[in-house]
């Protein structure tokens, strides 16, 4: 089972930039595709950012591509969302999920293909 922790979240004004991580222990971090989510006030909890096993493919949402970049380092157990040109909207809850896949191809972007979530961490984005 992998647990998951995510850090750097907190407060930046619009047009800044975060970078959040998410810290994997207890798998083979190298057998699990990455998922970045988000879930604001009053609203659904949605997908941003999947990356492959290998960090050879990604996929975005329309809504942040071109401003954030997921990557992963399988040395260190951690998955990355760099995150630019910061937008009020993109103020959320951001959790990074894992699934265990035996293809390296895959990403998912529902969360229900997720089995193992962090506990979120807040990004608050002001006017």
């Known amino acids: 089972q992998v647990q998951l922790v995510e850090s750097g979240g907190g407060l930046v004004q619009s047009g800044g930039s975060l970078r959040l991580s998410c810290a994997a222990s207890?798998?083979?971090?190298?057998?699990?595709?990455m998922g970045w989510f988000r879930q604001a006030p009053g609203k659904e909890r949605e997908f941003v950012a999947g990356?492959?096993?290998?960090?050879?493919?990604?996929y975005y949402a329309q809504s942040v591509k071109g401003r954030f970049t997921i990557s992963r380092d399988n040395a260190k157990s951690a998955v990355y969302l760099q995150m630019n040109s910061l937008k009020p909207e993109d103020t959320a809850v951001y959790y990074c999920?894992?699934?265990?896949?035996?293809?390296?191809?895959?990403?998912?972007?529902?969360?229900?293909?997720?089995?193992?979530w962090g506990q979120g961490t807040q990004v608050t984005v002001s006017s």
């Open positions: 990356i492959t096993r290998s960090g050879v493919s990604t």
């Open positions: 207890g798998g083979t971090f190298s057998m699990y595709v």
């Open positions: 999920a894992a699934r265990e896949v035996s293809l390296n191809y895959i990403v998912y972007t529902t969360g229900a293909d997720y089995p193992y």
